[in-house]
C-alpha cells in the first residue's frame, strides 16, 4: 500500500469497502429471506393443519372402525393440493392414521405433542421420518376433548431449495452493485490522480511541510489571488505587511481595502513602503510583498544629500562662469566694469543666503532652500521665497520636512517655469506652503498611490510626502497646483 499513490490506495480502500458493504448486503438479504421462507412455510402449514382439523371428514372417520381408510386418501389429496410435505393424523398418544409413506402408518409420530393435547396449537422444527422441517401440531376437538391431532408441515430441504433459487438471482444483483461500486470509485480516483499528480500520501505530507514552512519563513508577503478575485492565500508577512485580518483568505480583494493588483508598483500601506510584484499562475494570480521603509528611508537621505551636492555644483557651476566673466574683463582691461560685475552678482548671491538664513533658523531646511533655489536657476526655473517666510527651529523632524518641502519643490519645479515656497509659523501650526503656475495635480490619491507628472505611472514623491505629513499628525490641502501642509508645533 505504502508504494502505491493516494489515488491507488483510495481505490483498493474503497473496492474493498464497497465489497463488504455488497457482501454484508447480500448476507443480510439472505437471512431474512431464510427467515421470511421459514415463517411463510410455518403459515402455510399452520393453515393447512387447522382446516384439517376442523374438517367434518376427519370428525366423521375418526369413527370408522379402520380410520385409516377414510383419513389416508384425504390427507394425500389436501397434501397434494396445498403443497406442504406432509399431514399426518394421529390418535392422542401419537399413533399415526395417515402419513406420506404407508409404511409409517400405525407407528408413532415423532415430534412435541403436550401443548396440542392441553388443546393449543403450536409450531416447531424437528428432525422427523422425512428429515427436518417446518411443522405444526393442532387438536381435533369433539366437545371440549382432544379426539385426534394434525400435523402438517414443510421440510428444512425444500425451504432452502427455494432460497437457493432466489441465492442466484440475489448473487447477479449484488455483481451489478459491486461493478457499479467500482466503477464509481474508478471515476473519484481519476479525478483524484489528476488533482494530486499521482503522488502518495507521503510525498504529499511531505510537500505540505515544506509549503507551510516556506510560507511562514519567507520575510516576503505572499498572496494568492483567485481568477474571481478573492484572496485564497496570504502568509503571516503579508497578514502583517498589509495589516490583514485574521479572516482574510475567502474574501474579495476589494472588501479588503487591498489596491487591484499590477505587474509591479510601489505602494503606502500605512507608514510602509512596499513593492508590490504580480504573476500570472494557473490558480489566479500571485502576488509578491516587499518591505522598502527601511530602504526608501535611506534611498531618501542619500537623495537628500545627493540634492545637496547637486546644489553645490550648481553654486559651483555659476561662481566659475561668473570668475570667468570677471577674469575675462580684466584680460580686456577693463576693470572697473570686472568691479562692478562682481559685486553685482556677489551682493545678489549674498542677498539670497542672508534672506534664508536670516528667515529659516533650521539649519537643514535653510541648506534645503538654498540648495533647491541653485538647481531652479541652473534649469531656468524663477523659484520664489516668500516675504512671509519665517521659520525658528520648531522641534519638528528635520529629516521629515527634507521630505516635505523636497519633493513639493522637487515637483514643482519639474512641472513650472515659476515656483514660489511660502513657511512660517501660525497658531501652533508650521505652514508650508508651495504653488507654481504648472497644470497642478489631477487625481486624489496622489498621496497614497504612485503618482507624476513624468506619465510613467510610479511617481512616489507625493505618496512620501502624505505619509511624512500623517507621522507629523498633520494635514495637507491642493487647491489646483497650490499645495499646503499645516504640521503642529511645540
Same mark, same amino acid.
Given at each position: 500500500?505504502?508504494?502505491?499513490?493516494?489515488?491507488?490506495?483510495?481505490?483498493?480502500?474503497?473496492?474493498?469497502?464497497?465489497a463488504?458493504?455488497?457482501?454484508?448486503?447480500?448476507?443480510l438479504?439472505l437471512?431474512?429471506?431464510?427467515?421470511?421462507?421459514?415463517?411463510?412455510?410455518?403459515?402455510?402449514a399452520?393453515?393447512v393443519?387447522?382446516?384439517?382439523?376442523?374438517?367434518?371428514?376427519?370428525?366423521?372417520?375418526?369413527?370408522?372402525?379402520?380410520?385409516?381408510a377414510?383419513?389416508?386418501?384425504?390427507?394425500?389429496?389436501?397434501?397434494?393440493?396445498?403443497?406442504v410435505?406432509?399431514?399426518?393424523?394421529?390418535?392422542?398418544?401419537?399413533?399415526?392414521?395417515?402419513?406420506?409413506?404407508?409404511?409409517?402408518?400405525?407407528?408413532?409420530?415423532?415430534?412435541?405433542?403436550?401443548?396440542?393435547?392441553?388443546?393449543?396449537?403450536?409450531?416447531?422444527?424437528?428432525?422427523?421420518?422425512?428429515?427436518?422441517?417446518?411443522?405444526?401440531?393442532?387438536?381435533?376437538?369433539?366437545?371440549?376433548?382432544?379426539?385426534?391431532?394434525?400435523?402438517a408441515?414443510?421440510?428444512?430441504?425444500?425451504?432452502?431449495?427455494?432460497?437457493?433459487g432466489?441465492?442466484?438471482?440475489?448473487?447477479?444483483i449484488?455483481?451489478?452493485?459491486?461493478?457499479?461500486?467500482?466503477g464509481?470509485?474508478?471515476?473519484?480516483?481519476?479525478?483524484?490522480?489528476?488533482?494530486?499528480?499521482?503522488? @502518495?500520501?507521503? !510525498? %504529499?505530507?511531505?510537500?505540505?511541510?515544506?509549503? +507551510?514552512? &516556506?510560507?511562514? *519563513? =519567507? $520575510? /516576503?508577503?505572499l #498572496?494568492?489571488?483567485?481568477?474571481d478575485?478573492?484572496?485564497?492565500?496570504?502568509?503571516?508577512a503579508?497578514?502583517?505587511?498589509?495589516?490583514?485580518?485574521?479572516?482574510?483568505?475567502?474574501?474579495?480583494?476589494?472588501?479588503?481595502?487591498?489596491?487591484?493588483?499590477?505587474?509591479?508598483?510601489?505602494?503606502?500601506?500605512?507608514e510602509?513602503v512596499?513593492?508590490?510584484?504580480?504573476?500570472?499562475?494557473?490558480?489566479?494570480?500571485?502576488?509578491?510583498?516587499?518591505?522598502?521603509?527601511?530602504?526608501?528611508?535611506?534611498?531618501?537621505?542619500?537623495?537628500?544629500?545627493?540634492?545637496?551636492?547637486d546644489?553645490?555644483?550648481?553654486?559651483?557651476?555659476?561662481?566659475?562662469?561668473?570668475?570667468?566673466?570677471v577674469?575675462?574683463?580684466?584680460?580686456?582691461?577693463?576693470?572697473?566694469?570686472?568691479?562692478?560685475? @562682481?559685486?553685482? !552678482? %556677489?551682493?545678489?548671491?549674498?542677498?539670497?543666503? +542672508?534672506? &534664508?538664513?536670516? *528667515? =529659516? $533658523? /533650521?539649519?537643514? #531646511?535653510?541648506?534645503?532652500?538654498?540648495?533647491?533655489?541653485?538647481?531652479?536657476?541652473?534649469?531656468?526655473?524663477?523659484?520664489?521665497?516668500?516675504?512671509?517666510?519665517?521659520?525658528?527651529?520648531?522641534?519638528?523632524?528635520?529629516?521629515?520636512?527634507?521630505?516635505?518641502?523636497?519633493?513639493?519643490?522637487?515637483?514643482?519645479?519639474?512641472?513650472?517655469?515659476?515656483?514660489?515656497?511660502?513657511?512660517?509659523?501660525?497658531?501652533?501650526?508650521?505652514?508650508?506652503?508651495?504653488?507654481?503656475?504648472g497644470?497642478?495635480?489631477?487625481?486624489?490619491?496622489?498621496?497614497?498611490?504612485?503618482?507624476?507628472?513624468?506619465?510613467?505611472?510610479?511617481?512616489?514623491?507625493?505618496?512620501?510626502?502624505?505619509?511624512?505629513v500623517?507621522?507629523?499628525?498633520?494635514?495637507?490641502?491642493?487647491?489646483g497646483?497650490?499645495?499646503?501642509?499645516?504640521?503642529?508645533?511645540g
Amino acid at each position: 500500500m505504502r508504494r502505491l499513490s493516494l489515488a491507488g490506495q483510495m481505490l483498493v480502500l474503497q473496492l474493498l469497502v464497497v465489497a463488504v458493504a455488497v457482501v454484508g448486503g447480500a448476507v443480510l438479504a439472505l437471512v431474512q429471506a431464510h427467515e421470511l421462507l421459514t415463517d411463510e412455510a410455518g403459515g402455510t402449514a399452520r393453515a393447512v393443519a387447522v382446516s384439517v382439523a376442523n374438517s367434518p371428514e376427519v370428525l366423521a372417520a375418526l369413527d370408522e372402525p379402520d380410520p385409516t381408510a377414510e383419513l389416508q386418501p384425504y390427507a394425500e389429496r389436501v397434501r397434494l393440493a396445498t403443497g406442504v410435505d406432509f399431514i399426518t393424523i394421529m390418535k392422542p398418544d401419537g399413533t399415526r392414521y395417515t402419513h406420506p409413506n404407508p409404511a409409517e402408518i400405525g407407528k408413532r409420530f415423532l415430534g412435541h405433542t403436550e401443548a396440542a393435547l392441553a388443546g393449543r396449537t403450536f409450531t416447531e422444527t424437528y428432525r422427523g421420518t422425512l428429515g427436518p422441517s417446518r411443522r405444526v401440531v393442532t387438536p381435533v376437538m369433539r366437545n371440549g376433548e382432544v379426539r385426534a391431532l394434525v400435523s402438517a408441515g414443510i421440510s428444512i430441504d425444500r425451504i432452502s431449495a427455494r432460497l437457493r433459487g432466489q441465492l442466484a438471482w440475489g448473487a447477479l444483483i449484488a455483481l451489478l452493485a459491486l461493478a457499479l461500486g467500482a466503477g464509481g470509485t474508478w471515476l473519484v480516483t481519476v479525478r483524484l490522480r489528476r488533482q494530486t499528480h499521482g503522488l @502518495g500520501p507521503v !510525498e %504529499l505530507g511531505r510537500i505540505h511541510g515544506h509549503h +507551510d514552512a &516556506v510560507l511562514h *519563513a =519567507v $520575510r /516576503e508577503g505572499l #498572496l494568492l489571488v483567485g481568477k474571481d478575485g478573492t484572496l485564497t492565500l496570504c502568509n503571516d508577512a503579508a497578514r502583517t505587511l498589509l495589516d490583514l485580518p485574521p479572516d482574510a483568505e475567502g474574501r474579495p480583494v476589494a472588501e479588503l481595502g487591498l489596491p487591484d493588483h499590477e505587474e509591479e508598483r510601489i505602494l503606502l500601506i500605512g507608514e510602509r513602503v512596499l513593492a508590490v510584484n504580480s504573476a500570472p499562475s494557473r490558480l489566479g494570480t500571485v502576488v509578491t510583498v516587499r518591505d522598502h521603509t527601511e530602504l526608501q528611508a535611506l534611498t531618501g537621505q542619500l537623495d537628500a544629500e545627493r540634492g545637496f551636492a547637486d546644489s553645490l555644483r550648481s553654486v559651483a557651476h555659476e561662481s566659475a562662469n561668473r570668475l570667468h566673466t570677471v577674469i575675462t574683463l580684466v584680460e580686456l582691461g577693463r576693470s572697473g566694469e570686472a568691479v562692478a560685475f @562682481g559685486t553685482k !552678482e %556677489l551682493r545678489t548671491a549674498q542677498q539670497l543666503t +542672508d534672506r &534664508v538664513m536670516g *528667515a =529659516v $533658523r /533650521e539649519p537643514v #531646511l535653510a541648506a534645503l532652500l538654498l540648495g533647491k533655489s541653485a538647481e531652479a536657476a541652473e534649469r531656468g526655473v524663477e523659484l520664489v521665497i516668500g516675504h512671509d517666510t519665517e521659520v525658528d527651529d520648531v522641534g519638528v523632524d528635520p529629516g521629515q520636512l527634507v521630505t516635505i518641502v523636497g519633493n513639493l519643490l522637487d515637483n514643482a519645479i519639474d512641472a513650472a517655469s515659476k515656483v514660489e515656497v511660502d513657511i512660517q509659523v501660525k497658531a501652533e501650526n508650521l505652514i508650508i506652503k508651495v504653488s507654481d503656475d504648472g497644470p497642478g495635480l489631477t487625481g486624489s490619491d496622489a498621496f497614497t498611490k504612485g503618482w507624476t507628472t513624468k506619465g510613467d505611472g510610479h511617481g512616489l514623491g507625493l505618496a512620501l510626502v502624505g505619509q511624512a505629513v500623517r507621522k507629523l499628525g498633520g494635514t495637507i490641502e491642493v487647491a489646483g497646483s497650490a499645495f499646503t501642509v499645516k504640521v503642529p508645533v511645540g
